[in-house]
């Protein structure tokens, strides 16, 4: 399993409203994916600027599909329409999960 996590940073709380239709649509599409087990967006509590990245992928070949998703161009054409700050992700492959505490 692949994990990705990032973080968008946006210049003003009306940026993420001016893309939170992309974002949802994003998502929805995301998650209907084959090789998609979750894919979301989160808007951080403490800072309404700042949006999370959490996405679990079956394999690579699914992640580099997603890539080439038509669904992936046109939210990255609305996202360049935004005034990012700053933007990271980072992935982690994972051989397993459990809970926390067990």
């Known amino acids: ?5 990032g973080e968008v940073k946006v ?3 009306a940026e993420v409203e001016k893309a ?3 974002i949802v649509t994003m998502m929805e599409a995301s998650n209907a994916e ?3 087990i ?3 967006f989160s808007q951080d509590l403490a800072d ?3 949006i999370r990245i959490f996405e ?3 394999s690579q070949e ?3 599909a997603h890539f080439d998703a038509p669904h992936m161009a046109m939210f990255m054409g609305a996202m360049a329409d935004a005034n990012i700050v700053s933007m990271e992700t980072k992935l982690y492959d994972a051989s397993g999960e459990r809970p926390v505490r067990g």
């Open 38 to 40: 979750l894919y979301a």
């Open 62 to 64: 699914a992640l580099t």
């Open 11 to 13: 210049e003003s709380q």
């Open 1 to 5: 399993m692949l994990i990705v996590a």
């Open 34 to 36: 084959a090789g998609c």
């Open 20 to 22: 939170r239709a992309a």
């Open 48 to 50: 309404p600027c700042l």
């Open 56 to 58: 679990k992928w079956e």
